[in-house]
């Protein structure tokens, strides 16, 4: 099968067209990339639906959040690995490999005789998504020329938002019949298809990378970043929360600082400085997934304290807020020029703005004024996290382009770690850890939605910067 990537691109300021996803070869690979990214999506939706009949049925209630956690950190090691396992395998190979690891994974959550067994399987089953996510990255930036990339992108978006349509109703499906596990046996035979499009219609490739050691050192340092950051959510006292908090900062820190010296990195060069075009990037990634995380652990609890929200309708405005998401990556997905550039940092301000409207109306407002503002926040998270995404694999310094890619997943998911665990601690300090008394939880909503409105804040100066200067290493002007 020819590559896309390879045929000859038109001019870069015609305008993309939807249709271009399905044509000259692409429709396979577009196909492909949503269903490997629909699998894990729905996989993140499902759990949460289902826990209550798992520990009803094999016990374990202790480790209730723990599935959560591990499949977290699973996928971040898995994401940081996906580089290493394309750079050996090919990406043919890796891509299929990561949908093996995904199958095992699979079934092991079905089988489980006990909880300890579905943890394993939990872990091995996020190495496996972080993989099909990571490669998932590099694909795009492979398969589909710059022009057309946000297109693809908005796409995968929206697989996002219908995975959280569904995800929760198959769950809940099968908790209602008494058979949870079958929630996971419905997902293998599209993972079974995932396996078999993947060997047969990614292009395969020579592989040129020398055998190297695996990073066992570099991923250790960060999974054991990534679980005493995961571990905040099962304590309450703020000195130990922010301990753990400063600790995976610096074992995350180590962890690229021996990255860089490595000449096989995990990441890309500079991944996190102000000074790089990739940097910035990275940065916008990480300050949406601390947005966004933080968001949507804890509204739900405001909501229901102040607004008494059954969990249907707090269910509901997650899903506003995803559609809100892919509405604005749709909607910005064909912009070029100053208009993109303007959205870029337009719309994380729009969600800093949105945020402190959203707390207002949390506080003493209806739920109609909640309702609107989600989405609005939503809408602007979605629209820059399209375009940092394509100014990310478009400034990729020259031999990077694949593990600027892949890497982008590993930093949105550290992002999620950290936006929980310190939103977690500014509201256990705002007086969370005495109860949820209304006046308590009032207090509690001013601090955490006032730190979240703050981070996109901080997010726009940096789009901003990107935009301003970064953006001449895209386009060459």
């Known amino acids: 099968m020819s590559d896309p990537s390879r045929d000859a691109a038109p001019p870069t300021d015609q305008k993309a067209n939807w249709i271009e996803l399905l044509q000259g070869g692409r429709a396979a690979y577009t196909i492909l990339l949503n269903l490997g990214i629909g699998l894990h999506a729905l996989d993140v939706f499902v759990i949460t639906t289902i826990m209550p009949a798992v520990v009803a049925d094999i016990g374990g209630v202790s480790f209730y959040t723990w599935t959560s956690m591990l499949y977290m950190v699973g996928s971040i090691i898995g994401a940081a690995a996906g580089g290493h396992m394309r750079a050996q395998l090919g990406r043919q190979r890796g891509y299929v490999w990561g949908g093996v690891i995904l199958m095992i994974g699979t079934i092991g959550c079905a089988v489980p005789p006990d909880m300890a067994t579905l943890l394993a399987?939990?872990?091995?089953?996020?190495?496996?998504?972080?993989?099909?996510i990571a490669q998932s990255m590099a694909l795009v930036s492979d398969l589909y020329e710059p022009r057309i990339r946000a297109r693809i992108l908005a796409t995968i978006t929206t697989t996002w938002s219908i995975a959280a349509l569904i995800g929760p109703a198959i769950g809940g499906v099968f908790a209602e019949?008494?058979?949870?596990?079958?929630?996971?046996?419905?997902?293998?035979?599209?993972?079974?298809?995932?396996?078999?499009?993947?060997?047969?219609?990614?292009p395969a490739e020579k592989i040129t990378a020398v055998a190297r050691r695996f990073p066992w050192r570099r991923l250790a340092l960060l999974t054991t970043g990534v679980m005493a950051i995961g571990l905040t959510s099962q304590f309450r006292d703020a000195a130990i929360n922010g301990g753990l908090i400063a600790l995976s900062a610096f074992l995350v820190w180590l962890t690229l600082k021996l990255d860089g010296a490595s000449d096989h990195g995990l990441f890309p060069s500079h991944p996190l400085s102000l000074l790089a075009p990739v940097g910035l990037a990275y940065w916008m990634f990480l300050l949406i997934s601390v947005t966004h995380s933080a968001l949507l652990i804890f509204a739900p609890l405001f909501l229901q304290v102040l607004h008494g929200l059954s969990?249907?309708?707090?269910?509901?405005?997650?899903?506003?807020?995803?559609?809100?998401?892919?509405?604005?990556?749709?909607?910005?997905?064909?912009?070029?020029?100053?208009?993109?550039?303007?959205?870029?940092?337009?719309?994380?301000?729009?969600?800093?703005?949105a945020t402190v409207a959203f707390t207002f109306a949390v506080i003493?407002?209806?739920?109609?004024?909640?309702?609107?503002?989600?989405?609005?926040?939503?809408v602007g998270i979605g629209a820059t996290n399209v375009l940092s995404t394509t100014y990310g694999m478009s400034v990729a310094k020259e031999g990077e382009e694949s593990i600027t890619a892949t890497a982008m997943q590993t930093v949105r998911s550290l992002g999620v770690a950290f936006g929980a665990a310190?939103?977690?601690?500014?509201?256990?300090?705002?007086?969370?850890?005495?109860?949820?008394?209304?006046?308590?939880?009032?207090?509690?909503?001013?601090?955490?939605?006032?730190f979240t409105a703050a981070?996109?804040?901080?997010?726009a100066l940096i789009a901003w910067r990107a935009a301003s200067w970064g953006w001449k290493f895209r386009t060459g002007r």
């Open 121 to 132: 399987a939990r872990t091995l089953k996020g190495i496996g998504g972080g993989l099909v």
């Open 177 to 202: 019949i008494g058979w949870w596990r079958g929630a996971f046996w419905a997902t293998a035979p599209f993972t079974i298809c995932f396996m078999w499009m993947a060997w047969h219609y990614i």
């Open 311 to 353: 969990p249907l309708y707090i269910g509901y405005l997650s899903l506003v807020f995803s559609l809100g998401w892919s509405a604005g990556a749709i909607g910005v997905s064909g912009w070029s020029g100053l208009w993109e550039r303007g959205a870029l940092v337009g719309g994380l301000a729009l969600a800093a703005l």
């Open 364 to 378: 003493d407002g209806t739920l109609l004024m909640v309702t609107i503002w989600i989405t609005i926040i939503g």
């Open 422 to 450: 310190i939103a977690g601690l500014v509201a256990n300090a705002a007086g969370l850890d005495e109860g949820t008394a209304p006046e308590t939880v009032t207090n509690v909503a001013i601090w955490v939605l006032g």
């Open 455 to 459: 981070v996109p804040a901080v997010g």
